[in-house]
């Protein structure tokens, strides 16, 4: 599985983003997919996950009701739309993948992913 983060840069406080993962060499509907990300000397945080069939969303509470994912199988790109964007979101994104999650139940928890792409930088200015 191969996974292209891209859609980052700076924007001012309140902007939006939209960020893109494109995933090629599968059938993206086999695959939860979700947004991460790392702040300078911080860890990594689930930010927000859409399943496999049903699409079920998950999102952290820290950008609930500002950032929206979706997904289109037909273009096998998953999106994060970032809106009212705060300095506080500024951080590297990733986007990862999981097609058999087992036991693993936490769809915001990095361990529950297997596949992970190269992230893409997001700054907001104050």
């Known amino acids: 599985v191969q996974l292209q983060a891209s859609g980052g840069g700076l924007v001012e406080f309140g902007g939006s983003l939209r960020l893109s993962c494109a995933a090629s060499g599968v059938i993206l509907d086999d695959y939860d997919i979700g947004w991460f990300r790392q702040a300078p000397g911080g860890e990594r945080e689930g930010v927000s996950c859409i399943t496999k069939g049903d699409g079920k969303t998950y999102y952290a509470d820290s950008v609930k009701g500002r950032f929206t994912i979706s997904r289109d199988n037909a273009k096998s790109t998953v999106y994060l739309q970032m809106d009212s964007l705060k300095p506080g979101d500024t951080a590297v994104y990733y986007c990862?993948?999981?097609?058999?999650?087992?036991?693993?139940?936490?769809?915001?928890?990095?361990?529950?992913?297997?596949?992970w792409g190269q992230g893409t930088l997001v700054t907001v200015s104050s």
């Open positions: 990862a993948a999981v097609r058999d999650r087992g036991l693993r139940i936490w769809m915001l928890s990095k361990s529950t992913y297997d596949y």
